[in-house]
């Protein structure tokens, strides 16, 4: 059954309002309050969630950034009961966006144009909250309990590394599966690869141009630290070859240096380069041996003079990817309800990374990615969602919480 002209205007209303808010880092707490005010009515209890600010000595924390403060920034959490007859399951979506990107006017004046939806965060992550929404807004219109308990999060930071669903881990939450909500075209997404942010230091000796006698060019001793990267980046790849899901990708880990600075004048030899950069890797590494291995490989690799001179830290986002066997019920029920709505029900793996992981390494619930829109238009000039997929998201996750055969499965797979 199609949603109704009320819950499609809504929803549509809904997502409008949320992008015309600039929820950048530090700057959440109006978009948080909003969803608080639209969606309490939809759901048995809501409340905003404050995060304490102790979260940044949490090892596991990313991206630190002095004299912040998480006094205005909470998440939302939002709970719906169900029948008792199945499984809890936790959505989660995040509220933060990057800032608008090179070219894009208006990033907060949101537009319609034949059904789509333009703006920051159309795709992500807002279509997926106004997804959320709009789940909740079905289950209210027919009047229709789930089989087991829902719970929404709905949190701030994850574009740098996750720490508003790090707060709710931390908090504590049990269930018996996790759907991320994360642009994946309606795909169901069972292996997300892992990402190391990275900051390279390197120390030469300054020289002027025309002194040939003891220079060492700090940007020279970086490049030739980007081509011994390259190289650990092709064995970490080769060694990751096994993953069936990842296997269709020439590269689903690259290597990208976003930023090199070095020198003060153009005629001068620099004595600091500093790189940053992130490495992918996919689920059968860690962030701790990734990293272990960037640093082994300078030492190993890199001349006498690069050996002795040179600071790595990962100061940024540090996740871990995470993987579900694709015959898990989580994968198979959700991808068999999509086929259901006319979808191919692909199961496939995603090359970025998103808080996935935090439910399913670290709270031990098995998690899967799964939204509407695409990740292509993610933090484009173009950013955009179409209404009709959003509100095709919804309800198939709305079958997919009613269904009784894959509810049975999937609290069976947990008990």
Not at 7 to 28: C, K, N, V, W
Not at 91 to 118: C, M, W, Y
Not at 168 to 175: P, T
Not at 184 to 191: E, G
Request: hydrophobic share 40%.
């Amino acid at each position: 059954m199609a949603a109704s002209t009320t819950t499609y205007e809504a929803t549509q209303q809904f997502l409008m309002d949320l992008i015309s808010i600039p929820s950048m880092r530090g700057h959440e707490g109006p978009a948080s309050r909003y969803v608080h005010t639209k969606i309490r009515s939809l759901v048995d209890t809501c409340e905003l969630v404050p995060i304490d600010d102790s979260i940044m000595q949490d090892p596991d924390y990313a991206f630190p950034l002095p004299d912040f403060t998480y006094v205005d920034t909470p998440n939302v959490e939002c709970v719906i009961k169900g029948s008792g007859e199945g499984p809890t399951i936790v959505f989660n979506a995040h509220l933060d966006v990057v800032p608008p990107s090179e070219g894009q006017t208006d990033a907060f004046n949101p537009r319609e144009d034949k059904g789509i939806i333009f703006g920051r965060g159309a795709s992500d992550d807002k279509g997926q909250v106004a997804t959320l929404y709009a789940l909740a807004l079905l289950l209210h219109e027919r009047g229709i309990r789930p089989k087991g308990d829902l719970i929404f999060h709905f949190v701030i930071e994850e574009e740098n590394g996750g720490n508003g669903t790090l707060a709710m881990i931390r908090r504590g939450v049990k269930a018996d599966a996790a759907i991320i909500l994360e642009s994946s075209d309606l795909a169901v997404i069972p292996a997300v690869r892992g990402a190391v942010w990275f900051e390279l230091k390197v120390f030469g000796r300054a020289a002027h141009s025309g002194n040939a006698q003891g220079r060492i060019s700090a940007l020279d001793k970086a490049f030739e630290a980007i081509q011994i990267w390259r190289g650990y980046h092709d064995r970490l790849l080769a060694e990751s070859r096994h993953l069936p899901l990842f296997d269709k990708f020439a590269d689903p880990m690259p290597l990208t240096i976003g930023q090199c600075v070095a020198g003060t004048w153009p005629a001068s030899v620099p004595a600091l380069a500093v790189l940053k950069g992130l490495i992918g890797f996919l689920p059968n590494k860690n962030r701790h041996e990734v990293q272990a291995g960037l640093r082994q490989a300078l030492l190993d690799e890199g001349d006498d003079w690069l050996r002795e001179h040179f600071e790595l830290s990962f100061p940024m986002l540090n996740n871990d990817g995470n993987m579900l066997p694709v015959d898990h019920p989580l994968v198979t029920g959700l991808a068999k309800t999509a086929q259901a709505h006319g979808l191919p029900g692909e199961v496939r793996a995603m090359t970025a990374a998103c808080d996935a992981w935090l439910y399913n390494n670290q709270a031990g619930i098995p998690a899967v990615v799964f939204g509407p829109g695409s990740i292509l238009k993610a933090h484009s000039k173009e950013e955009q969602i179409a209404m009709d997929d959003i509100l095709k998201g919804a309800e198939i996750l709305m079958d997919f919480v009613t269904g009784v055969d894959q509810m049975k499965l999937l609290k069976k797979s947990n008990s």
